[in-house]
């Protein structure tokens, strides 16, 4: 996770909502640039670009919890993400991500207590020939085994 | 400069390299390419070929559909024939380049295949592998083969000609051709895709958008991503000739956000497009203008649906509304919109580059044509595959994908995704077709193929796929919303062996419910696994409820593990390794697992050495084993073992 101040927040914010112009069909764009600048979604950045939209705040909130990419807590500096696709579930996909919940000590949708990792699971990553699949931030590790999580994730705290 | 400029420069430059004194080295570095370990195989490329102070052109292609066999590493030698090595590793990089560049040892050993005219001693034509033999490639006629980066190669390989032919002809004469070729839809429902841009063309009204859906959801398909990230161009010159054929202006390009090197060579494509003068205001020189942007997905599967994605585009919810009006009369900001899905696009510039009546010769009688799958589960060769419609789903499993590995037994291939079904081994000589696999009470679907074995439990399988579409029903429709969460609760109870024995019956007539309420195609295809695989393995899911019993030994709460005490040799690795601490044991003592503190996690299994074999699993039955460890000799020969 980044931390930043609230003048930097607001300042990252202007900076993104320069380049995009006041029309409804900018508001999915804006958000995913801002999840990728702040790392989640906050509040105060929500009810900014409501105004900017000239959208009801309901109505930001409402497009931004329809859709599994947005987040409104906080996130771990590396994002863990595990496919649950069908040729993964074939393949073993549970046992991996036991492997990994229990390496980490948390379940997916979570963050450990010291922002280090985030845990995911993803509908499919279309790599489905090289199941299981897990993906560590921008890194697809295939042919996962429960053995290859320890090797990725290093021996992480194991409660 | 004019494309006729453009294309003589691009056949010049594809020409020079093919010519070229220096070899050329091609790695596959598509995702799954990556997934593999294509980036390290790069690196040792380029660090031995300094180390040897050699030359060569490395180029970063697609998929050629090999993907059991990635990473995957073509060499060309001048005048030689193009090599395809599989299974390589930055290990064997080294060796292999010093002995064909420098020795001029092929590595027959390493080698999959050759490419092109010539033969080499030892190695086959790629072409002609089990894989590749039955393959008619289309829409994937470029993936693997060219630099998706580099729009020349597309073009001199007869990229954008079908653009220039459309341009010479009508729209409607263009309408008429796609006709006349039989494409259907290749997103899964199949609807004719001349028609649909007849109905787009005829609506009344100035603007008209077109989109490219490229949101493939379907969990096992990956088509679409290989096609984008392999030949984008393919892809968006099929957009122009819509937009043409139509009288569209306006584009988008809706690509899942899961997708990131897809997007980013699109990104690249049409930066291209535009300085070659093909996108924009009056594309080469006609009278057809086109802007196209990409929108990135935010995670909702039904936004695969066209008005679900619809509304997505246009910043809201992504739920679909009821047709009609369809997108042709009334679309994207209430104006007439068409929706074709990726693989749609890219037949269509093949059918543009070389005729109706040459595409309409492959398939069968209903469905023209290829159509692409992902071949993927429990299969010894999976891939991105291309076929003829028509060919038997026996074909594809077994001449193309190779059987199931470890010597098991074919259960159930799984077609359509979470809106399909799961067919048996009867079903295997079905021919590969809309209106075939629909009959079967599966579908043809954007192209999913997932293979199960015997150890695969086709009850597990119900269920998983419920509870996707449960958590992506976008809650509009009552019956789609809780209908599903009914139908996976039910699931749920049946494989933790807490099934009622009228819960098939109830299963089934909330399945015909839940079709009928719902709005799209989400909550009406949902219940098609629940359906397919009641059809055909009822008796899995009978003795799931009767007799507490996973025939396939998967499902945790129904099975159980124990320890033969006329073979366990008293080593102790299953009692040090259990995560539990549900063994006991002793030195020379048989061990004994505690059913009420083990976990089912199979540890004991995989850690007992092969040469004793003394751990089993089972379901359904209890095995007679000492309650406490007794020593090693004294243990009884079990009778059931």
Same mark, same amino acid.
């Given at each position: 996770m980044i931390i930043l101040a609230e003048t930097e927040v607001k300042d990252k914010l202007d900076e993104i909502l320069s380049?995009?112009?006041?029309?409804?069909?900018? !508001?999915?764009?804006?958000? $995913? %640039?801002?999840?990728?600048? !702040?790392?989640?979604?906050? $509040? %105060?950045?929500?009810q900014k670009v409501a105004r900017f939209l000239h959208l009801p705040e309901s109505a930001v909130f409402g497009v931004s919890t329809f859709y599994a990419q947005f987040k409104f807590f906080p996130t771990g500096k590396k994002k863990v993400r595990l496919c649950r696709g069908t040729a993964c579930h074939v393949r073993g996909a549970p046992h991996i991500l036991e492997e990994v919940e229990k390496r980490l000590g948390i379940k997916p949708g979570e963050t450990t207590d010291d922002l280090e990792y985030s845990l995911e699971t993803i509908a499919c990553?279309?790599?489905?020939?090289?199941?299981?699949?897990?993906?560590?931030?921008?890194?697809?590790?295939?042919?996962?085994?429960p053995k290859k999580v320890a090797q990725i994730l290093g021996d992480k705290k194991r409660d | 400069m004019n494309f006729t400029q453009i294309k003589n420069r691009a056949i010049a430059e594809w020409e020079a390299q093919r010519k070229s004194d220096k070899p050329h080295i091609l790695v596959g570095s598509a995702t799954c390419g990556r997934a593999a370990g294509a980036g390290p195989v790069l690196e040792a490329i380029k660090a031995t070929l300094a180390q040897h102070n050699l030359e060569a052109t490395i180029t970063q292609v697609g998929c050629i559909g090999l993907c059991y066999a990635e990473p995957l590493v073509d060499i060309v030698k001048p005048g030689r024939p193009r090599i395809s090595y599989g299974n390589v590793t930055p290990e064997i990089i080294p060796q292999l380049i010093e002995d064909y560049l420098i020795h001029d040892n092929p590595r027959a050993d390493l080698a999959?295949?050759?490419?092109?005219?010539?033969?080499?001693?030892?190695?086959?034509?790629?072409?002609?592998?089990?894989?590749?033999?039955?393959?008619?490639?289309?829409?994937?006629?470029?993936?693997?083969?060219?630099?998706?980066?580099?729009?020349?190669?597309?073009?001199?390989?007869?990229?954008?000609?079908?653009?220039?032919?459309?341009?010479?002809?009508?729209?409607?004469?263009?309408?008429?051709?796609?006709?006349?070729?039989?494409l259907r839809g290749r997103g899964g429902a199949g609807f004719p895709t001349g028609l649909k841009w007849e109905f787009c063309r005829k609506s009344p009204g100035t603007i008209k958008y077109i989109i490219c859906n490229a949101d493939e959801g379907d969990p096992g398909?990956?088509?679409?991503?290989?096609?984008?990230?392999?030949?984008?161009?393919?892809?968006?010159?099929?957009?122009?000739?819509?937009?043409?054929?139509?009288?569209?202006?306006?584009?988008?390009?809706?690509?899942?956000?899961?997708?990131?090197?897809?997007i980013q060579r699109l990104k690249l494509a049409l930066q291209q497009m535009a300085e070659y003068g093909l996108l924009g205001d009056n594309i080469l020189g006609s009278n057809l203008s086109l802007h196209l942007k990409i929108k990135e997905g935010a995670g909702a599967f039904v936004c695969g649906e066209e008005t679900a994605m619809m509304a997505s585009i246009e910043g809201k919810r992504g739920m679909p509304r009821s047709r009609p009006p369809f997108p042709a009369q009334s679309g994207l900001w209430g104006k007439p919109t068409n929706i074709n899905n990726v693989e749609t696009w890219a037949n269509v510039s093949a059918i543009m580059q070389r005729g109706a009546d040459w595409y309409s010769s492959y398939g069968s009688e209903k469905s023209k044509g290829t159509k692409t799958f992902a071949l993927a589960g429990k299969i010894n060769r999976t891939g991105l595959i291309e076929v003829p419609m028509g060919?038997?789903?026996?074909?594809?499993?077994?001449?193309?994908?190779?059987?199931?590995?470890?010597?098991?037994?074919?259960?159930?291939?799984?077609?359509?995704g979470p809106s399909g079904g799961c067919l048996p081994a009867s079903q295997l000589n079905l021919p590969v077709d809309y209106e075939s696999l629909t009959a079967a009470g599966s579908i043809m679907g954007s192209g999913g193929m997932v293979v199960m074995d015997e150890d695969?439990?086709?009850?597990?399988?119900?269920?998983?796929?419920?509870?996707?579409?449960?958590?992506?029903?976008?809650?509009?429709c009552v019956p789609c919303r809780l209908g599903t969460k009914q139908m996976l609760d039910m699931l749920e109870n049946i494989c933790r062996g807490q099934g009622k024995p009228e819960d098939i019956d109830l299963l089934l007539?909330?399945?015909?419910?839940?079709?009928?309420?719902?709005?799209?195609?989400?909550?009406?295809?949902?219940?098609?696994?629940?359906?397919?695989?009641?059809?055909?393995?009822?008796?899995e899911y009978e003795a799931h409820i009767k007799e507490k019993r996973c025939p396939a030994l998967a499902c945790t709460e129904l099975i159980s593990y124990y320890i033969l005490p006329d073979k366990c040799q008293g080593c102790g690795i299953c009692l040090r390794d259990c995560p539990a601490e549900a063994i006991a044991g002793g030195k020379r003592m048989v061990h004994v697992i505690d059913q009420d503190k083990c976990i089912k996690c199979g540890t004991c299994l995989d850690v007992c050495p092969e040469r004793f074999g003394a751990v089993v699993k089972v379901s359904g039955e209890e095995i007679e084993v000492p309650k406490e460890p007794v020593p090693v000799a004294a243990a009884k020969p079990n009778t059931q073992a």
């Amino acid at each position: 996770m980044i931390i930043l101040a609230e003048t930097e927040v607001k300042d990252k914010l202007d900076e993104i909502l320069s380049h995009h112009s006041a029309n409804r069909d900018e !508001l999915i764009p804006i958000l $995913q %640039e801002v999840q990728e600048a !702040l790392g989640y979604l906050p $509040q %105060e950045a929500m009810q900014k670009v409501a105004r900017f939209l000239h959208l009801p705040e309901s109505a930001v909130f409402g497009v931004s919890t329809f859709y599994a990419q947005f987040k409104f807590f906080p996130t771990g500096k590396k994002k863990v993400r595990l496919c649950r696709g069908t040729a993964c579930h074939v393949r073993g996909a549970p046992h991996i991500l036991e492997e990994v919940e229990k390496r980490l000590g948390i379940k997916p949708g979570e963050t450990t207590d010291d922002l280090e990792y985030s845990l995911e699971t993803i509908a499919c990553f279309g790599s489905c020939a090289l199941a299981p699949v897990m993906v560590v931030d921008d890194n697809v590790y295939g042919r996962m085994t429960p053995k290859k999580v320890a090797q990725i994730l290093g021996d992480k705290k194991r409660d | 400069m004019n494309f006729t400029q453009i294309k003589n420069r691009a056949i010049a430059e594809w020409e020079a390299q093919r010519k070229s004194d220096k070899p050329h080295i091609l790695v596959g570095s598509a995702t799954c390419g990556r997934a593999a370990g294509a980036g390290p195989v790069l690196e040792a490329i380029k660090a031995t070929l300094a180390q040897h102070n050699l030359e060569a052109t490395i180029t970063q292609v697609g998929c050629i559909g090999l993907c059991y066999a990635e990473p995957l590493v073509d060499i060309v030698k001048p005048g030689r024939p193009r090599i395809s090595y599989g299974n390589v590793t930055p290990e064997i990089i080294p060796q292999l380049i010093e002995d064909y560049l420098i020795h001029d040892n092929p590595r027959a050993d390493l080698a999959l295949g050759t490419l092109g005219e010539g033969d080499i001693e030892g190695i086959p034509k790629l072409f002609e592998l089990p894989m590749l033999k039955p393959q008619v490639r289309i829409a994937l006629r470029n993936c693997g083969i060219i630099d998706p980066e580099n729009i020349n190669q597309y073009i001199a390989n007869g990229g954008y000609s079908g653009l220039e032919r459309a341009l010479s002809l009508s729209p409607e004469a263009v309408i008429e051709e796609i006709k006349k070729s039989g494409l259907r839809g290749r997103g899964g429902a199949g609807f004719p895709t001349g028609l649909k841009w007849e109905f787009c063309r005829k609506s009344p009204g100035t603007i008209k958008y077109i989109i490219c859906n490229a949101d493939e959801g379907d969990p096992g398909a990956f088509m679409d991503r290989s096609l984008l990230e392999g030949d984008p161009h393919a892809v968006l010159e099929g957009m122009l000739i819509g937009a043409y054929a139509i009288g569209a202006t306006e584009g988008y390009i809706y690509v899942r956000a899961e997708y990131p090197l897809a997007i980013q060579r699109l990104k690249l494509a049409l930066q291209q497009m535009a300085e070659y003068g093909l996108l924009g205001d009056n594309i080469l020189g006609s009278n057809l203008s086109l802007h196209l942007k990409i929108k990135e997905g935010a995670g909702a599967f039904v936004c695969g649906e066209e008005t679900a994605m619809m509304a997505s585009i246009e910043g809201k919810r992504g739920m679909p509304r009821s047709r009609p009006p369809f997108p042709a009369q009334s679309g994207l900001w209430g104006k007439p919109t068409n929706i074709n899905n990726v693989e749609t696009w890219a037949n269509v510039s093949a059918i543009m580059q070389r005729g109706a009546d040459w595409y309409s010769s492959y398939g069968s009688e209903k469905s023209k044509g290829t159509k692409t799958f992902a071949l993927a589960g429990k299969i010894n060769r999976t891939g991105l595959i291309e076929v003829p419609m028509g060919i038997s789903l026996e074909k594809i499993v077994y001449d193309i994908g190779g059987g199931i590995p470890g010597g098991k037994r074919f259960k159930a291939v799984q077609t359509g995704g979470p809106s399909g079904g799961c067919l048996p081994a009867s079903q295997l000589n079905l021919p590969v077709d809309y209106e075939s696999l629909t009959a079967a009470g599966s579908i043809m679907g954007s192209g999913g193929m997932v293979v199960m074995d015997e150890d695969t439990c086709i009850v597990d399988v119900a269920r998983y796929f419920l509870s996707f579409t449960q958590a992506e029903s976008c809650g509009k429709c009552v019956p789609c919303r809780l209908g599903t969460k009914q139908m996976l609760d039910m699931l749920e109870n049946i494989c933790r062996g807490q099934g009622k024995p009228e819960d098939i019956d109830l299963l089934l007539e909330l399945s015909q419910r839940v079709k009928a309420g719902s709005l799209c195609a989400l909550g009406g295809t949902a219940p098609n696994p629940v359906l397919t695989t009641i059809r055909y393995f009822r008796e899995e899911y009978e003795a799931h409820i009767k007799e507490k019993r996973c025939p396939a030994l998967a499902c945790t709460e129904l099975i159980s593990y124990y320890i033969l005490p006329d073979k366990c040799q008293g080593c102790g690795i299953c009692l040090r390794d259990c995560p539990a601490e549900a063994i006991a044991g002793g030195k020379r003592m048989v061990h004994v697992i505690d059913q009420d503190k083990c976990i089912k996690c199979g540890t004991c299994l995989d850690v007992c050495p092969e040469r004793f074999g003394a751990v089993v699993k089972v379901s359904g039955e209890e095995i007679e084993v000492p309650k406490e460890p007794v020593p090693v000799a004294a243990a009884k020969p079990n009778t059931q073992a």
